[in-house]
Every structure is written in structure tokens, then in C-alpha cells.
């Protein structure tokens, strides 16, 4: 989803212009924006596509973004913008239209009685529904009952694919965000802490920097020294899936103002639990169409045959002095 700066500081997918720019997190965060972007991959209009699903919130404005990509990956979204201002007349429900290669689809949501808790994104009682060819294509929310009541449409026979999903967080020095790691998964709690420690053997008995990761409280990296390897990767395991950490703080220790740190999460199945499973099951998940995989298994859910997850987490990290 491509978002660029308005000179009142309202990101464009809220704006009424349709130019757009790369989404530099520089350009989306310059005026305290929190953004929180899930691209799901669905069949809309005859064709396998992308959505992206965007919760922007700032000073002025609270709004929500649904586009549509366009077939073969071309750079032009179909784009339904939702602007929930914080005053008394703002839509908290309502449905919205627009053309797919001349298919109608429509946007439905109901945010009356979304709690927020402070957050961008609500975490419940409220739904977000796309509708095409009389099928709820994608359904995001824990008011499914109420979605199907209203649009009156019935659930799609292929599952939306959570493919990637990208937070921009502020903090000091600690970071928190919840993630599931595949979409019929369970919430998974990432803490991310940056410590100075006083070291002898710095030069000068100066701070010796190092960085903890948790998940659901559990420590899962350490690193220290990280003056010298602010740059990385750990494997790391949550159940029985593998999860391989990328990280970036280059920004956080060289760079003077407000900077981000880079982090990713990349879900793979473990050596062992791939070979717990049998080759006839991997291969059905490779060779059959999406269409027919609604009946996977919820352990390999969202997992391709070589074991890698369809889904990527990038954590965007600013650091506020």
C-alpha cells in the first residue's frame, strides 16, 4: 500500500488525491503517524489478488484504507477510504462500492462499539467485510455474525492468505506488538528492549548497548555488543514453529533524532516437524489448487510444501528520546 505525506500531516490514503509515492517509513511517520498495514491474498473478480487492509491514526485523524491490487501485479490499487474522525458525525458504520475490472465490490464496516484501547487498530467488537460475486471474499473482525447478517452474502470458498503484515511502533526503549504467526493461530505477545550497560571494557568506561527480544514474556534473543552487530539474524521457536528474526538498529545507535529499527519475522516449520509429517500430505498442500485447501490442517495452515510460511512480519521500531 503505497501511503506519502499531505502537507497537513493526513497520509494520502485518507486524502482525496490519487498521486502516491513509495511508502518510506520516513514519509509515513514524519508527524507521529502509527500505521498498521496485513496484506491478505484472496480471488476477487476472477483473479488471485492482493488486499491490503490499512489502519493509519495521527492527531487529526483516525482512518481505515481497503485496495484491491490489480491483476499481474500491476502498480494500480482500486482504493475504498474510510476517514473516522474524532468528532461526533464520523462514520462508525456504513458500506462503501467500487469497480474491479467492472465487477462491483463492496466495503462494509461496523466500528460502533470497536474497542480500540488506545491503538490503531481495534482488537474487538467490530468487522470489516470486502463483498464480491455475492461472497464475503475477506472477513476481518469478531463480529462475523453481524457481517454475514448484513451484507447477506455467504463466506467464500477460499480462505483469505495473511501474507505480510507491517506495524510502525514508538517507544523509548521498549517495544511491544502482537502477532499471530499464521491467521487461524493464536495472538503471540513480541517485546523488543534496548539496555545501555556500563562496561569496563568499553573505551572510557562508557555503555555497552544490547538489545532482548521476548515472546510471551520468554526471552528468545540476547544480544550484546550491539554496537557491533547491529545487524543479524536468530532462529528462534514458538511451538513447533521455527520463526527466523532479522533485525536492523543501525539507525537506533549512529543516527541523531528520530529513527527506526527494522525488524522481521519470518514463520518456517522445523526440520523435525516436517519429517514427522508424511510426504503425501506436503504434497497436497504444494499440488492442490487454493480453491481445495480450505481443509488444511490447522497446524500447516498458511505453510507452503517446502515448510515456509506465506506470512512476514516487518516491525518498524521509532525511538522516541
Known sequence: MNMMQDPIGIPACFSSGEKSTTDDPATVTRSGQSVFISVYL???????????????????LHGLSVSVESPDGETHFYTC?????????WRKQGSKRFFVDDKPVDIFWDLKAAKFNGETEPSSEYYVAVVCDEEVVLLIGDLKKDAYRKTRCRPALID??????????????KFFT?????????FHEISIECKNRNSSKVKGGGVDPEMEIRVDGHLVIHVKHLQWKFRGNE??????VRIEVYWDVHD???????????FIFKPTLSSTYLSSKSSSSLLWLTSTPLSS????????????????????????AWRVE
Open 293 to 316: 485447501q480450505t481443509g488444511s490442517s490447522e497446524s500447516l495452515e498458511g505453510f507452503n510444501g517446502s515448510g515456509s510460511s506465506e506470512f512476514c512480519l516487518f516491525l518498524y
Open 42 to 60: 484472496t480471488k476477487i473478480a476472477d483473479h488471485r489478488r492482493l488486499i491490503t487492509i490499512t489502519w493509519c491514526k495521527n492527531l487529526l
Open 252 to 262: 537506533w545507535l549512529f543516527c541523531p533524532g528520530l529513527r527506526h529499527a527494522l
Open 160 to 173: 483469505p492468505i495473511l501474507m505480510s503484515r507491517r506495524e510502525h511502533i514508538f517507544g523509548k526503549k
Open 81 to 89: 477510504k474510510v476517514e473516522l474522525k474524532p468528532w461526533y458525525f
Open 235 to 240: 532462529s528462534i521457536h514458538v511451538n513447533k
Open 178 to 186: 502482537k502477532v499471530k504467526f499464521h491467521e487461524k493461530g493464536r
